[in-house]
């Protein structure tokens, strides 16, 4: 029996394929005029289905040996794992099911595959470049397109004027830390794109009105300046004004009434409400994504949409996220850990008041995918001090 077990095993992918071999000629039984067995009708008309879950099952199987090849974090495997909780967890009809599963995994290989592949500066430059032409197509938008607003406040492409500013927010931390890390030796030129491109991200967090976005710009700024100086009293001072500026920001009593807006139908208050409510029942599986309409939080989202199981894949990601970037990489100037560590705290700040984390398609859930799945540990960049100037070294890991 302990033979059998072993063979079954080692062999489970070659057993699958002769069953998906076996299944994907049945087809629709509805057209015979004869009589057919439920057992076997039940395989002429769910054989699509019946294969697709065969063929995920033997790609979760073999993932192991694909992350260990490529070398990439467990964490994008439990964020795939999560993020195919929510979809099996929702009501939809199994047809918008196996897309949203289709799509999920083109999205998971393509990160795997693609993503983790290119060269780690240069993809960086290719995200900032994306994320600010977005940006700047919503600050277009605000002078030529007067429909593309909701409540005096600009959505824009984005469709959201909070999704709007979180995007922005973004944009401008790329284009700091360019600014502030990354020009040591360039041109003046450069520089100026750099200052244009903050104050147009900037432009777009203040006509889409977003206090969440503020506090990202404040959250990365701040982190950036920390990293910047050396002066330990200075960086004290620093801690000690990110505080009073998010007091301020939030009107000092952090109600969450507070950060919505005057006769706004459905505000942060009651969708906690909804999400803890959801949340508290501790049911295995949850209601998905799309029977949920309050989604202004990721932490609470994850927990009501996904369940106690899924939440444990999501929570899981987080963990492997700040031990890949905050604990396994504590040098300060390492590569470029300060970039995306100013992303995981803007993210995990701006997370707390809205639910882009369970978002199939959108910027932060694809910036969340690619924090997970790249490869920091080959060759590595790090600053060191000369006299009062900045050098850039390079050296083998």
């Known amino acids: 029996m302990k033979i059998i077990l072993r063979n079954i095993i080692k062999y489970k992918l070659y057993y699958l394929l002769g069953l998906i071999f076996f299944i994907v000629n049945f087809k629709n039984g509805r057209f015979y005029d004869v009589s057919i067995p439920v ?106 397109f007067p429909s593309l607003f909701s409540g005096g406040r600009l959505s824009g492409i984005s469709g959201h004027p909070n999704y709007t500013g979180i995007v922005s927010a973004f944009s401008i ?67 000690a004004i990110i505080l009073l500026l998010l007091l301020i920001l939030f009107n000092l009593n952090l109600r969450l009434e507070d950060i919505d807006y005057t006769g706004r139908s459905f505000n942060r208050d009651k969708t906690w409400a909804i999400l803890m409510k959801e949340a508290m029942q501790f049911n295995l599986f949850g209601i998905g994504r799309i029977d949920i309409n309050a989604t202004a939080n990721s932490y609470l989202f994850a927990i009501a949409a996904s369940g106690i199981i899924g939440a444990i894949f999501f929570f899981l990601s987080i963990y492997e996220i700040i031990k890949k970037y905050f604990i396994e990489h504590k040098r300060k100037y390492l590569n470029h850990i300060i970039l995306f560590r100013s992303l995981i705290l803007t993210m995990a700040f701006s997370a707390l008041l809205e639910g882009f984390l369970l978002d199939q398609i959108s910027i932060p859930v694809y910036l969340y995918w690619f924090l997970l799945v790249i490869n920091i540990n080959g060759k590595i960049y790090v600053i060191k001090k000369k006299g009062t100037e900045n050098s850039i070294s390079h050296r083998g890991s």
């Open 39 to 144: 057992y076997i009708l039940f395989f002429m008309d769910n054989s699509v289905y019946i294969a697709s879950v065969l063929m995920l099952l033997s790609l979760i199987l073999n993932l192991t040996k694909i992350l260990k090849k490529n070398k990439i974090s467990s964490g994008v495997f439990f964020f795939f794992l999560f993020q195919a909780v929510v979809i099996l967890s929702s009501k939809e009809k199994i047809d918008v099911i196996l897309q949203r599963m289709i799509f999920l995994l083109i999205v998971f290989y393509y990160f795997i595959y693609v993503v983790s592949t290119l060269k780690l500066s240069d993809i960086i430059l290719a995200i900032c470049c994306g994320i600010f032409l977005h940006t700047l197509i919503n600050f277009i938008c605000y002078f030529y």
């Open 173 to 239: 931390t790329f284009s700091l830390y360019y600014l502030l890390f990354q020009m040591q030796k360039r041109s003046w030129f450069l520089i100026m794109v750099c200052i244009i491109m903050v104050c147009i991200g900037i432009s777009v967090c203040i006509f889409s009105d977003s206090r969440n976005s503020i506090g990202m710009i404040l959250v990365s700024l701040f982190y950036f300046l920390f990293c910047k100086v050396e002066n330990n009293s200075l960086k004290i001072l620093i801690i």
